[in-house]
């Protein structure tokens, strides 16, 4: 058992992997598409807010938008209720370049999960899921102890 952490992360790290030589071939990184994927599916998302979802720092995600909107594929509009902040879209430049990363991901998707039936992969993602609550359990009970 004490090795299964290890196997979970290593799968992880193949699939970021080979995601990065697909999207190579289309001049994305990881990082990049992570933003143009969750802005294409929540727009208009604060960059602070787009940081704490993709758990990156605010200095880091700057950089990142900087080199999208050099790039014509996202852009940042005034926040109405905040002038210090800037709210976030993909642009229609970007729609092409999202349904190729898209199908590179469906692909890679295809790949990996390749010989496993249905009821593998819902039992996995339950299983995975029962992980990630068991962990937050145990995460909010330390807080309170520590309290």
Do not use: Y
Request: net charge positive; proline share 4%.
């Amino acid at each position: 058992m004490e090795i299964l952490p290890f196997e979970i992360a290593e799968t992880a790290h193949a699939m970021r992997r080979s995601f990065d030589r697909r999207a190579a071939s289309l001049g994305v990184t990881r990082a990049q598409w992570k933003v143009l994927f969750r802005l294409s599916r929540q727009p208009g998302l604060r960059q602070v807010e787009l940081a704490d979802k993709l758990d990156v720092e605010p200095i880091t995600l700057s950089r990142i938008i900087d080199r999208l909107a050099e790039a014509g594929l996202v852009e940042r509009t005034p926040d109405p209720a905040d002038r210090r902040a800037w709210r976030l879209q993909v642009t229609d430049t970007a729609q092409p370049l999202i349904a190729k990363l898209r199908k590179l991901a469906e692909g890679l998707v295809d790949d990996a999960f390749k010989g496993l039936s249905d009821q593998e992969l819902e039992t996995m993602r339950d299983n995975l899921m029962r992980i990630r609550d068991n962990l937050a359990a145990a995460e909010g009970c330390r807080k309170a102890a520590n309290q």
